[in-house]
């Protein structure tokens, strides 16, 4: 069964500091996708970035990265220069073979 | 700008209530979907709906019945509410379901269970 693991319940970071948060995943499929999404505090769960498995070259979407590492099985999201609009909670997903599967999550603080 | 509502920000029903969950998309998507979210445990999907009155299984269906009979509107339907089902329920929409296209949430709805 396919499973997602967000290993760091909580993280901070230095405001214009760079995070990382990680994600793995298990799956016997080939073809399948991954997300980043962002819920902030009170407000509606939106999409950050996604990644095609097939495709080698990693996401980007302006401040926010992905490091994809296929065999590892691994899609952990950078963001750069955080700024305190990107304290929220972050969920990974995978999607694939009529499934979605979130992982639990990882709240993320931005220091002043 | 896309929407996804739902009828209720929060909601207190009692133990055996019957309780409606509505939710209602402008996007034009074929597909719908009920998750409910409970710390520690992420997001974790009810039930699905790939077409108007198709339903499909999630990985938690038990306890929970939905309803489409328009292609804008799913209904999250608790037949019996039990304090178990005390959770954040998040309602989300997609052009394609499980594919590389985005969901879109609503605000959801926290219910209470007493």
């Known amino acids: 069964a396919q499973t997602v693991t967000q290993s760091q319940p909580e993280m901070s970071v230095q405001e214009a500091e760079t995070v990382t948060l990680s994600c793995t995943y298990d799956?016997?499929?080939?073809?399948?996708?991954l997300f980043w999404y962002k819920q902030p505090p009170s407000r509606q769960m939106i999409l950050v970035i996604r990644?095609?498995?097939?495709?080698?070259q990693n996401a980007t979407e302006n401040r926010f990265s992905v490091n994809f590492q296929k065999a590892a099985k691994s899609f952990s999201l950078k963001i750069s220069d955080s700024q305190l609009g990107d304290a929220a909670m972050y969920f990974c997903?995978?999607?694939?073979?009529?499934?979605?599967?979130f992982g639990k999550g990882t709240r993320l603080h931005i220091l002043p | 700008d896309v929407k996804v509502t739902q009828s209720s920000r929060y909601l207190v029903k009692r133990t055996g209530e019957k309780v409606f969950l509505e939710c209602v998309q402008d996007?034009?998507?074929?597909?719908m979907f009920w998750y409910r979210q409970d710390p520690g445990l992420g997001l974790r999907l009810i039930y699905f709906?790939?077409?108007?009155?198709?339903?499909e299984k999630g990985d938690i269906p038990e306890g929970y019945s939905v309803s489409r009979e328009k292609k804008e509107r799913f209904s999250l339907i608790l037949e019996s509410a039990s304090t178990n089902q005390t959770s954040m329920y998040l309602c989300?929409?997609?052009?394609?379901?499980?594919?590389?296209?985005?969901?879109?949430f609503g605000p959801g709805t926290r219910l209470t269970v007493l």
């Open positions: 989300a929409s997609s052009l394609a379901a499980f594919s590389y296209n985005e969901q879109f």
């Open positions: 799956t016997s499929e080939s073809d399948y996708y």
């Open positions: 990644q095609e498995a097939y495709k080698q």
């Open positions: 997903a995978y999607t694939g073979d009529d499934k979605i599967i």
């Open positions: 996007m034009d998507h074929e597909n």
């Open positions: 709906s790939y077409d108007v009155k198709m339903k």
